[in-house]
């Protein structure tokens, strides 16, 4: 049994809080950039260019990327070998939290659902635990936006939808969100488990480098297909037309019932700020 | 696509000449209004009291910046999604709101009170936060404190820059998504 204090993860998390809310993830500012090179259209070109400045601007000045810093979203996997000592894991994780958006000048988010009455201090934060063999202890952190989010959607379908149905169903949803969750955006696709295993499938997604490929061959073509079908709508940076409605699509898939066809569509802003540790 | 600087307040010699897709540089004045913000004026109208600020003119940016970090006037500050303040926009435009500066598409209502009053829907590039608070030179709360992020603030901008989206004559910058071109992929 490994033992980990916990103010290690609470340090730990309080850092990637704040390094995810100021620095881009690498991937997709070269995403930024090659996008904005292939792009024709001068506004496409035009925001581009402002969000790459945008980029290096919160690098030096400590700036957060965006005003909205998100709601805390963490993927945590926990080793069945390690102990924390001092507080449980999830009061570490949150205290992190609290601590990060407090110290890092993060905008605090989070609200009462009915009064709107804003917590304070963005939490609690939103926290998946998954235990797995070993002695490691792994985080992801996700600063989720709600512009984006409240472009997402679950769907049941029944089992003769197919894919085609769920092919309809994403394109539709990115063209109706249209110039709102601040395009090009990242697209994760949660497809098959039940209501919810879909949608923290399509979130977790969303953590998946640009540029890497799904392991498997043929959920990997379909999800080059969805990105090229998105592509073609001409929505582009920030609805303002262009080759460039979406830099990703990453699905994730899980069994599901027999009598269900599950799919979450989670929809991420062009800011997609996340960071992992390993303890 | 023409260019200009326009200082507030806003007449409507200013918003007549813009056309969907010009670039407008603001300095002046502009008050930061979202969400709980908008719902705490609209219930301040059907009590009749008057508003923390004057419409006449005026600029509503729908911001909710992030704190302030020592030395800076304001943290990041880029444009929330706009529809959803689509239900308090016309009111606002009727009493003398000039223009709206946010991110996303407006509702049809928004669009047409736009035109009856002689208003514009000023677009600011999303997720530039850091990028856009450097056009801002002060702020100040000036209501609704405990909403926190969401409170009122009166902001000093020097050529803040914006895309007209929606002009005061109909016209509209976002495209319209090509749905058939893309579902035969």
Redesign the interface.
């Known amino acids: 049994m490994r033992t980990i204090p916990a103010q290690t993860i609470v340090d730990k998390v309080a850092e990637m809080c704040i390094a995810a809310n100021r620095e881009l993830p690498a991937d997709v500012l070269q995403a930024f950039k090659t996008q904005q090179a292939a792009e024709e259209n001068p506004?496409a070109k035009e925001?581009f260019r402002?969000?790459i400045?945008?980029a290096e601007?919160?690098r030096e000045?400590?700036?957060?990327?965006?005003?909205?810093?998100g709601l805390a979203v963490f993927f945590v996997e926990m080793g069945e070998d390690v102990r924390v000592e001092g507080m449980s894991l999830r009061e570490a994780v949150n205290a992190g939290m609290v601590k990060g958006y407090k110290e890092g000048?993060?905008?605090?988010?989070s609200c009462d659902p009915f009064t709107?009455k804003?917590t304070?201090d963005n939490g609690p934060a939103i926290i998946h635990f998954d235990i797995v063999p070993g002695d490691k202890l792994k985080i992801w952190m996700m600063a989720k936006g709600?512009?984006s989010e409240?472009m997402s959607r679950v769907m049941m379908f029944p089992p003769a939808a197919g894919w085609k149905g769920l092919r309809?169903f994403i394109?539709?949803r990115?063209?109706e969100a249209?110039?709102?969750?601040?395009p090009p955006v990242l697209v994760g696709i949660g497809i098959g488990g039940n209501f919810e295993l879909a949608a923290i499938n399509s979130k977790k997604a969303l953590l998946r480098d640009i540029d890497d490929t799904h392991p498997d061959p043929e959920v990997a073509k379909l999800e080059e297909?969805v990105l090229?079908?998105?592509n073609?709508?001409?929505?582009?940076p920030?609805?303002?037309?262009g080759k460039t409605t979406c830099l990703a699509v990453k699905i994730a898939t899980a069994p599901c019932h027999l009598a269900s066809l599950p799919l979450a569509v989670n929809v991420q802003?062009?800011?997609a700020r996340h960071k992992e540790v390993v303890l | 696509m023409a260019e200009y600087t326009l200082n507030t307040p806003l007449t409507d010699a200013d918003i007549e000449q813009l056309r969907s897709g010009d670039v407008v540089y603001i300095t002046g004045t502009i008050y930061t209004g979202r969400d709980a913000a908008h719902k705490r004026l609209t219930d301040t109208l059907d009590k009749g009291d008057p508003l923390p600020f004057d419409l006449k003119g005026a600029l509503i940016y729908y911001v909710g910046p992030s704190p302030a970090p020592p030395g800076r006037p304001i943290g990041s500050a880029g444009p929330t999604t706009s529809y959803r303040m689509d239900t308090y926009a016309p009111r606002l435009h009727g009493l003398g709101l000039k223009g709206t500066i946010g991110k996303g598409r407006r509702s049809p209502e928004v669009r047409e009170a736009m035109n009856a009053t002689k208003s514009a829907y000023f677009g600011a590039t999303g997720g530039a936060g850091a990028l856009l608070s450097q056009a801002i030179k002060a702020a100040k709360v000036i209501a609704y404190e405990d909403l926190g992020p969401e409170a009122i603030r009166e902001l000093t901008v020097e050529k803040f820059p914006l895309l007209v989206i929606n002009d005061c004559h109909g016209g509209e910058l976002y495209t319209t998504p090509d749905l058939e071109k893309a579902l035969a992929g």
């Open positions: 506004a925001i402002q969000l400045e945008n601007l919160s000045t400590g700036l957060p990327l965006c005003q909205d810093c000048y993060l905008r605090k988010s709107r804003n304070g709600g512009g409240n309809e394109i539709k990115i063209a249209g110039p709102n969750p601040c297909e090229s079908a998105i073609k709508l001409n929505i582009g920030m609805g303002l037309g802003c062009h800011s």
